[in-house]
């Protein structure tokens, strides 16, 4: 049970880290707007604006998720309880990215200059 869990810490934590560098990426332009990879959700999906707000605004949520995941994942390799501190920030982690694009996407742009 606890290799189990622990495999599932560090699964969370690459899809976080995967998440941060999607965000960075989109935000930059170097991802554009699709329907396989990014924050999908509608009002981050409206237009191209939206789309690297949204990534924008997802930068720091994320990247803070995944650095709690990491120190987490590291931690449950000496304390196996503690496993379930990477698997907490995985999901306030993509919530908080998610609420973040969201807000940042439904806002114009000429707000965020």
Known sequence: MAEALLVICWLFTALLIVLFGVCLAAS?????????????????????????????????????????ALMFSAAGLLVPALTWGAIVAFAGGVAW?????????????????
């Open 28 to 68: 930059r332009g170097a991802i554009r707007r699709n329907r396989l990879v990014g924050i999908r959700i509608p009002s981050v999906m409206r237009d191209d604006s939206a789309w690297r707000s949204g990534h924008r605004a997802g930068i720091v949520p994320s990247g803070i998720a995944a650095a709690a």
């Open 97 to 113: 990215t998610f609420v973040s694009a969201n807000r940042a996407a439904s806002v114009p742009e000429r707000v965020h200059r």
